[in-house]
């Protein structure tokens, strides 16, 4: 079965950097877009970013542009997520999660992993 | 970027009961919108996608309709293990945009 799992979050101070690693399984992760998506805590979901099943094409909320940047490794089945000039504002679970149709950009997200928690703060 | 606008924020409801949910978008999406649950502490599951397809596995109760801007989500008769959040969420155009989220709890 899609097993997603999220490592890499913590505790790093405003201004820093982190990377987000999520391991996929059950799936040929070659062939399907793959997404992060965030939840402040208390707070709703925020979709964050997208890449291309072959990592050709990248999306960004306008937040993050510049700052964050998505990427994958199809040869290790591994998505990431390198995040820098973290501010207060990023702290959130960060949820990866596989899109429902293979090849394709728009569609939706079918499977989600259990998320990682990113805290930033002095 | 598509404005989702979910309502209501929270509802409450007995087990049985027949429980709407809208969402509007701020411009048309097509039927490219999907409805997730969510429970505390756990990550959003996919309950319908294309605005009226049920995922794989989830019960009948749930259905959808809806397009252009005006969607909704229907759970025909709420069991225990439905008082969740549930959030729409817009495939149409990048950046993908979810609603504000609709908090469903036990009367």
């Known amino acids: 079965q899609v097993q997603l799992v999220e490592s890499g979050g913590g505790v790093v101070q405003p201004g820093g950097s982190l990377r987000l690693s999520c391991a996929a399984s059950g799936f040929t992760f070659s062939t399907y877009a793959m997404h992060w998506v965030r939840q402040a805590p208390g707070k709703g979901l925020e979709w964050v970013a997208l890449i291309r099943f072959d990592g050709t094409n990248k999306h960004y909320i306008d937040s993050v542009k510049g700052r964050f940047t998505v990427s994958r490794d199809n040869s290790k089945d591994t998505l990431y997520l390198n995040m820098a000039r973290l501010t207060t504002e990023d702290t959130a679970v960060y949820y990866c999660?596989?899109?429902?149709?293979?090849?394709?950009?728009?569609?939706?997200?079918?499977?989600w992993g259990r998320g990682t928690l990113v805290t930033v703060s002095s | 970027a598509i404005q989702m606008t979910q309502s209501p924020s929270s509802l409450s409801a007995s087990v049985g009961d027949r429980v709407t949910i809208t969402c509007r978008a701020s411009?048309?999406?097509?039927?490219?919108l999907g409805w997730y649950q969510q429970k505390p502490g756990k990550a959003p599951k996919l309950l319908i996608y294309?605005?009226?397809n049920l995922h794989s596995g989830v019960p009948s109760r749930f259905s959808g309709s809806g397009s252009g801007t005006h969607f909704t989500l229907t759970i025909s008769s709420l069991q225990p293990d439905d008082f969740a959040t549930y959030y729409c969420?817009?495939?149409?155009?990048?950046?993908?945009?979810f609603g504000q989220g609709t908090k469903l709890e036990i009367k």
């Open positions: 294309a605005a009226s």
């Open positions: 969420l817009q495939d149409y155009s990048f950046p993908y945009t």
């Open positions: 999660a596989k899109a429902q149709s293979r090849y394709l950009d728009w569609n939706p997200l079918e499977y």
């Open positions: 411009e048309g999406i097509r039927d490219d």
